[in-house]
């Protein structure tokens, strides 16, 4: 075994899923069956009640209605939701697409899988077995809401999988629908990402970083998870650090122009996209500067370990669309991993969005192949501190000058994480690469 040191990466050695609405879609089945039985009881909320119920154990929803709602009879109303649950529940719910690929691929890192519902055993087993699928073939370990004490948010659910599975925290990704289960893994040292079901990520989760999904697909394309970031040194940026993190606007950008002869060259002759190859080459220069990989969290100062690059792909009828891949120094491997990226981008099926994961650990990447720009003014939300410490990198249309391939980089960053210096050191390391570009290796 290779304890996650393939696609997946960054030495995970588990896996922790939720169950409903995470592994089944059944989330739905229990909105649908909750307000059906409400009028019955007397009892009125929105969805956004029944979200902050998502993820509890069955004790702390009767608990929480009890308090809410006196004049009802909880538990016979709860036991009235369950029995109807239960009878739309008989004839299977299917496993979301991609739920098996994704577990088989986890399963071939050598990973570990572990199950941690709020259910109780009788109804997951019944879930599980109404589709064919054996949890104890699944998973590892499992653990079930009746067997902790503290529902979620707090963690002692997924403390209990992982003491089952014989890992700690800290090597464990969990998967969850809903935000008290994103809330408790977080909180319990865990490495949590959402995949979305009837609940939209909020603040909190774009504030934590925490990488947003919504299909198994999406999973499977990134290819790695995202580590949790550190704290960083604030005296290792000295007083700089303070004095720009007081002005209101604290944005600067520095463009400069580079010689991409060879690279434009080689990629003209064996008809590869310039675009994926320069895309590796700025991704592979931004890791390799320190202060690139800085961020501001909840008024923390940050450093993660990689940054992914997040580009802009604009499809056939000219609408924009965002996306990202994992960043990878095989170029070979990073190229397949964008040109299928794109592609699948330009799907009529796929839904355009602009909005990205709204993780932080990202580059935010732009091509203006019409325009040989001078300068380029890139647009900052200033409400949102920590998204404007994300660095910009823009680049224009290749021309020639005087026989030679010359091309305008802008890069816009924000003061307090760093200075000239860093972006003239990123600008060396990219012309670096490019100087020395030769091709493929295999030639």
Same mark, same amino acid.
């Given at each position: 075994?290779?304890? =996650?040191? =393939? ?19 059944? %989330? ?15 009892? $009125?909320?929105? /969805?956004?009640? *029944?979200?902050? #119920? ?23 109303? *709860? ?8 009878? *739309? ?60 004490? $503290? ?24 998967? %969850? ?17 959402? #995949? ?5 990520? /909020? ?15 999406? #999973? ?36 400069? *122009?580079?010689?991409?002869? /060879? ?6 002759? $064996? ?11 700025? @991704? ?39 996306? @990202? ?30 909005? =990205? ?16 720009? &001078? ?10 501190? /920590? ?21 305008? &980089? ?34």
């Amino acid at each position: 075994m290779n304890h =996650g040191k =393939g696609p997946f990466g960054n030495g995970f050695k588990g896996i922790i899923f939720d169950m409903d609405g995470v592994i089944f879609d059944s %989330e739905s089945v229990w909105r649908d069956a909750t307000f059906e039985v409400n009028p019955q009881f007397g009892i $009125e909320f929105d /969805d956004a009640y *029944r979200q902050s #119920l998502c993820g509890m154990d069955e004790r702390s929803i009767r608990s929480r209605i009890s308090s809410d709602f006196p004049h009802a009879d909880v538990d016979e109303y *709860r036991d009235a939701v369950i029995s109807e649950v239960n009878g *739309r529940l008989l004839s299977g719910i299917p496993p979301r697409p991609g739920f098996l690929e994704f577990l088989e691929v986890c399963r071939a890192e050598g990973m570990r899988i572990g199950l941690a519902t709020s259910s109780d055993p009788g109804r997951a087993m019944t879930m599980f077995e109404a589709d064919g699928l054996d949890p104890d073939i699944l998973f590892d370990a499992t653990a079930f809401g009746t067997e902790v004490s $503290e529902s979620k948010p707090d963690p002692e659910i997924f403390l209990l999988a992982s003491s089952r599975m014989g890992l700690d925290p800290e090597s464990c990704l969990v998967l %969850e629908d809903s935000l008290n289960g994103l809330k408790g893994a977080f909180d319990g040292g865990f490495h949590p990402m959402m #995949l979305v079901d009837l609940v939209e990520p /909020d603040g909190w989760v774009a504030s934590k970083g925490i990488p947003v999904f919504h299909d198994f697909e999406g #999973l499977l394309r990134l290819g790695r998870f995202v580590h949790r970031p550190k704290e960083y040194d604030v005296g290792k940026r000295g007083p700089s650090h303070s004095v720009f993190m007081g002005y209101s606007d604290p944005t600067f950008s520095i463009t400069a *122009r580079l010689d991409v002869t /060879d690279l434009y060259d080689r990629c003209k002759s $064996e008809h590869r996209s310039f675009f994926i190859e320069f895309l590796h080459m700025v @991704s592979v220069a931004s890791n390799g500067v320190e202060n690139f990989r800085l961020r501001l969290m909840d008024g923390k100062l940050v450093i993660f370990d990689v940054i992914d690059p997040s580009y802009v792909v604009i499809r056939d009828d000219d609408t924009i669309c965002t996306s @990202s891949v994992t960043f990878t120094p095989d170029r070979d491997g990073f190229f397949e991993r964008v040109r299928a990226d794109v592609d699948a981008c330009k799907s009529p099926d796929h839904e355009p969005s602009f909005s =990205g994961n709204r993780r932080l650990d990202l580059l935010y990447v732009s091509c203006l192949p019409w325009i040989d720009f &001078v300068s380029v003014k890139n647009p900052y939300d200033l409400k949102s501190i /920590d998204e404007c410490s994300i660095p910009r990198i823009t680049w224009g249309r290749v021309v020639d000058d005087g026989g030679r391939r010359r091309l305008t &980089v802008d890069v816009s960053a924000h003061h307090a994480l760093m200075d000239g210096y860093h972006i003239a050191s990123f600008f060396n390391g990219l012309q670096d690469l490019l100087d020395g570009f030769i091709g493929d290796p295999s030639d």
